[in-house]
């Protein structure tokens, strides 16, 4: 064989090398393309399947938890729908797939189609069989992390619709009366309404007293609500449940009735007492009225209020203002008996 056959067979051989490095880029390509289409489909399938778990659980645990039968019957047709799309994503994801296979693989045979062609006038014409990769979506780690988003929303969905023990989620407004008597006994009227939402019908809600004091409820027309009470480091733990008449005109309302012996203490012939608050869930409006055993005299207040008597010859301090978030206040007032240390 000769010099020139030598160099003329090389050059085609680099020819050939050259053509199917090329052929190989515009497959890669082509396959990148198509797999970019699918996991771009595949993230819009798991985007929906997020807002689906989190409409699902907010109408699931809504149905669990409504007494109306209007939010029932809207809550199992958002159930319903909900259910039925997921079925036609799914089915659009997988006709999405589908559409995105059949083009590639045209898009690969007439890749093959054009090889074949410039093929045709080489020694050796048929090349050993080229494999293609699949059309690939979203990789196993992007899968998991989106399993991981549902799971999370669900929890989330399901933690933030589930509040029923916080009487619905509405705003509170109480108005607490203290009435202190001659041996230092206190007791304390709170009265409470708070809004509800027709999605949650609040069944019972949680008070902690100390262990020497003792806790009645009640509704509007004086009943009184069931309460069970557990003790808990040092203070009692007390479950009420809210009956029907506890519910007025949208909202519930009741009335704590909260009697602590030796409440207020005694001190070189004087008489303190003190009372705060310390809530959470953002500034809330407070009001409190103390009242002094009748004939108290030299009341002061700590922070200081001004003071009147009423008709029992009670004196009146009215603590109000706005608590912030999580701080506490304490509220208070001393003063001296009539006659001695108590009556």
């Known amino acids: 064989m000769s ?8 050059a085609l051989m680099e020819n050939s090398q050259l053509r199917e490095e090329r052929e190989a880029t515009l497959r890669e390509a082509a396959t990148q393309e198509y797999a970019g289409h699918v996991r771009k489909v595949e993230r819009i399938y798991w985007v929906y399947a997020i807002i689906c778990v989190a409409l699902g659980v907010a109408a699931i645990n809504f149905f669990a938890r409504s007494y109306d039968m209007k939010t029932l019957i809207g809550c199992a047709v958002g159930i319903l729908v909900l259910y039925e799309t997921t079925v036609l994503m799914k089915l659009w994801y997988a006709t999405s797939r589908l559409k995105m296979d059949v083009l590639k693989e045209m898009k690969l045979l007439r890749l093959e189609m054009a090889r074949l062609q410039q093929a045709s006038g080489i020694e050796h014409p048929m090349d050993p069989q080229t494999k293609y990769e699949p059309t ?3 990789s196993p780690w992007e899968r998991r992390v989106w399993i991981i988003g549902c799971v999370m929303v669900a929890m989330v969905v399901s933690t933030w619709t589930s509040q029923a023990w916080q009487l619905g989620g509405g705003e509170i407004k109480s108005i607490a009366t203290v009435t202190l008597s001659p041996d230092g006994t206190a007791e304390k009227r709170i009265e409470s309404v708070r809004q509800y939402s027709s999605y949650y019908r609040p069944t019972s809600f949680t008070i902690y007293t100390p262990e020497t004091s003792q806790l009645r409820v009640v509704d509007i027309n004086g009943n009184d609500l069931p309460i069970t009470t557990s003790a808990m480091h040092g203070q009692r733990r007390c479950e009420v449940t809210l009956t029907d008449a506890a519910f007025v005109d949208g909202a519930v309302r009741y009335t704590e009735i909260v009697t602590t012996p030796q409440a207020a203490t005694l001190d070189d012939g004087v008489w303190t007492y003190t009372d705060g608050i310390r809530h959470a869930g953002g500034d809330r409006d407070y009001s409190i009225t103390i009242l002094t055993p009748v004939g108290a005299t030299e009341v002061s207040t700590d922070p200081q209020v001004s003071l009147e008597v009423n008709g029992q010859q009670r004196t009146k301090a009215v603590f109000a203002g706005i608590a912030e978030d999580d ?17």
């Open 3 to 10: 010099e020139h056959d030598d160099t003329l067979r090389q």
């Open 136 to 138: 690939r979506g979203a």
């Open 327 to 343: 701080r506490q206040y304490l509220f208070h007032v001393k003063y001296r008996l009539p006659g001695g240390e108590s009556e």
